[in-house]
């Protein structure tokens, strides 16, 4: 009884050094590494790069894995409180479903915020009229395929820039267009 007992102290304190590791790798990790360690322990992408906050959900994450998370007291208690609120663990007691409006049908998140695919986003910017095209994997502009808005608001003012601020928001006084042209 004596050896099942230091067995066990062994496997815990391993796990403690693994857990302990896994949270110090977090603070040399990159934009895009946070992000690849995000799909793994999530299971979906990251709606966001900012490093910080990956790194505290990545941190939050591990240790739930490693100490087994909320009870199911607490997650029964959460479901009768909230029904539909928007919470992480919420996604655990009713998954996401396919038909989703957040999921597209090849299963990567689109950000809701985003008109449908075939608008025509135009801005003016420098005396002269940008337009972008939304599609359903991306963008297109000037003929280029982009993944991200922010990289066509880099390439058009040369400073780096929030894509759909640019595009979308009310940075001095501007309002984009909008011009509904079908596929």
Do not use: C
Not at 57 to 64: C, D, H, M, T, V
Not at 128 to 148: A, C, I, K, N, P
Not at 158 to 180: E, S
Request: no cysteine; hydrophobic share 35%.
């Amino acid at each position: 009884m004596n050896q099942t007992s230091h067995s066990a102290r062994r496997t815990e304190g391993a796990a403690v050094v693994r857990m302990a590791a896994d949270l110090a790798g977090l603070g040399r990790m990159t934009g895009a590494e946070l992000a690849e360690k995000y799909l793994a322990l999530f299971g979906q992408s990251a709606r966001t790069r900012n490093k910080d906050f990956l790194r505290k959900r990545l941190a939050w994450r591990i240790q739930e894995l490693a100490e087994g998370g909320l009870s199911e007291r607490a997650l029964a208690r959460i479901e009768e409180l909230g029904g539909d609120a928007h919470a992480r663990w919420h996604l655990r007691v009713r998954p996401r479903t396919p038909a989703s409006p957040r999921i597209r049908p090849g299963g990567a998140a689109r950000d809701p915020r985003l008109p449908p695919a075939g608008t025509v986003v135009r801005r003016v910017h420098g005396k002269r009229e940008h337009s972008v095209t939304v599609l359903d994997d991306g963008f297109e502009y000037q003929g280029e395929r982009y993944r991200s808005l922010s990289k066509i608001a880099r390439t058009i003012t040369g400073t780096p820039w929030n894509g759909y601020l640019f595009f979308f928001g009310r940075a001095k006084g501007t309002k984009p267009r909008l011009g509904a042209q079908g596929p």
